[in-house]
């Protein structure tokens, strides 16, 4: 099957923007192939796969009644579910649920977050090849459907030859590579160079990526791959910016794009506040009416701003009548607003319950090695590298006072680092126990911002530590 792969352009997998609709929407204007978010393995083995006849789409609900992911039969030849895992048998479980729906099945391998790396997911498990060659050759084995995997390349031409050979070993059909090492950042330049050289090591395709910042239209697409020497190029941050930049013709006009965008976000039921972050990515910041959209509580709001009420009332309208005479109740689609991207509460928890076992281990006089000593010296050296850099104000995130003024902080913090062109800013969120209240840490331009006292609600947290940021960049006064 490895020609599915060769001379391909596919939208890239991306966290919140790898939604339903903008997947259609890309494979309207030409893409091959189209990546789902990325879903964590403990999230997606809980699901369960029902059949919507309101949408027409195949919904993988978990126990809460939300969806974690949609799919439907138009994109069903062309979709690739990409799942977070760090474990074979967990892998191959969410193989089993969703290979019947997709096209093809990818692991990520290549994302640097801390939400992925102290899952021993992502980036992490670059570093151990024998794990993530058990992970692909248990997939391979279990798979009716291609499976690949989305890696960056390491710190030398010879370890990421190896790495890669080593994923070629297990059967995979292709492998996705990233022109950044784990540790860059999106300004620096990927290394081109060295990807045209480590991809003349392997036989199966090779997916190029990371060139974003130099791709505007199709033309110059089909150029960088050509640069990279691989068989196929997928496209991330140019293609959440404006869809149309599959279009062979050139893209269109970003705002005809946007209202395309969200036609489709109401055809398939998506969350106004996952249907606004795509639509903030892909309006200019020169439209005058992106800050209606950011402020909009409602999504008749939206529409108005794209002169679609009658047709979002319509389909509202529509949707309703089919969902009663099915006798079908419809469930909220999951907007992985936080950066845990499904990392479930239990798989940290059970890390606070790791490390509290070992530190019991040790006080009854158990094993306590150089290994053990090194690795509590590095966790102390990067609590303490966190807390020399953070900013921390007593605030409380006060819901009914934002939703007067439509904008929420992680909403205009977003705004704010759109506008000055700087990345978003991320968040570390962790559960302090026995009181299963929340810290919240964000991020942003390099300097850590959180509140000072613990917060029942994990979604008042997140907001609470962007307030904080807003407050010291004074973009915000209470």
């Avoid at 993530?132 to 391979?140: E, F, P, R």
């Avoid at 290994?371 to 104000?393: F, H, W």
Wanted: glycine share 6%; proline share 3%; aromatic share 8%.
């Amino acid at each position: 099957m490895n020609g599915y792969y060769v001379n391909k352009v596919i939208l890239a997998p991306m966290v919140r923007v790898g939604t339903l609709p903008a997947r259609l929407l890309a494979l309207k204007y030409g893409a091959d192939l189209v990546y789902g978010e990325e879903v964590v393995d403990y999230k997606m083995a809980r699901c369960e796969r029902i059949e919507n006849p309101v949408l027409e789409t195949i919904d993988f609900v978990s126990p809460e009644g939300v969806v974690v992911f949609r799919t439907c039969a138009e994109e069903k030849k062309q979709v690739v579910f990409q799942v977070g895992t760090s474990n074979p048998d967990r892998a191959v479980e969410v193989l089993k649920i969703v290979q019947n729906d997709v096209f093809g099945f990818d692991v990520n391998m290549g994302c640097p977050k801390k939400f992925s790396i102290k899952g021993g997911m992502g980036a992490a498990l670059l570093s151990d090849l024998d794990l993530s060659k058990d992970i692909m050759k248990a997939l391979v084995d279990a798979a009716s459907i291609p499976v690949t995997m989305k890696m960056r390349m390491l710190s030398s031409k010879e370890k990421t030859v190896e790495f890669m050979q080593g994923m070629e070993s297990t059967g995979i059909e292709a492998i996705g590579l990233h022109g950044r090492q784990r540790h860059h950042r999106p300004v620096v330049e990927p290394d081109t160079d060295m990807m045209r050289e480590v991809v003349a090591h392997v036989k199966i395709p090779v997916i190029a990526n990371g060139g974003s910042t130099q791709i505007s239209s199709y033309e110059k697409a089909m150029a960088w791959k050509e640069k990279t020497g691989c068989a196929s190029i997928m496209l991330a941050r140019c293609a959440q910016n404006n869809l149309s930049i599959f279009r062979k013709e050139g893209p269109l006009r970003k705002r005809e794009v946007a209202r395309e965008y969200f036609k489709l976000a109401v055809r398939y039921d998506n969350t106004l506040a996952n249907t606004k972050y795509c639509l903030l990515k892909l309006l200019s910041g020169r439209d005058p009416t992106i800050m209606v959209v950011a402020r909009a509580t409602e999504a008749i709001d939206v529409a108005r701003v794209f002169e679609l009420e009658e047709y979002y009332l319509a389909e509202v309208e529509r949707q309703h009548e089919l969902a009663e005479k099915f006798g079908f109740k419809m469930s909220q689609i999951d907007d992985q607003i936080d950066e845990a991207k499904g990392t479930p509460l239990e798989l940290l928890l059970a890390a606070e319950e790791l490390s509290s076992k070992d530190e019991n281990e040790k006080e009854d006089g158990g094993n306590d090695d150089a290994n053990d000593i090194g690795d509590q010296e590095e966790q102390s050296k990067k609590r303490a590298k966190l807390l020399e850099n953070l900013i921390s104000k007593d605030i409380e995130y006060k819901q009914s006072f934002f939703k007067k003024r439509k904008i929420t902080p992680r909403m205009h913090l977003d705004k704010y680092a759109t506008l000055c062109g700087k990345e978003e800013a991320t968040f570390d969120v962790r559960q302090q126990l026995p009181s299963r209240k929340y810290f919240s840490i964000c991020n942003f331009d390099g300097v850590n911002y959180s509140h000072t006292e613990p917060i029942a609600n994990k979604r008042k947290s997140l907001q609470a530590s962007a307030l904080v940021a807003l407050m010291h960049l004074s973009l915000y006064v209470i």
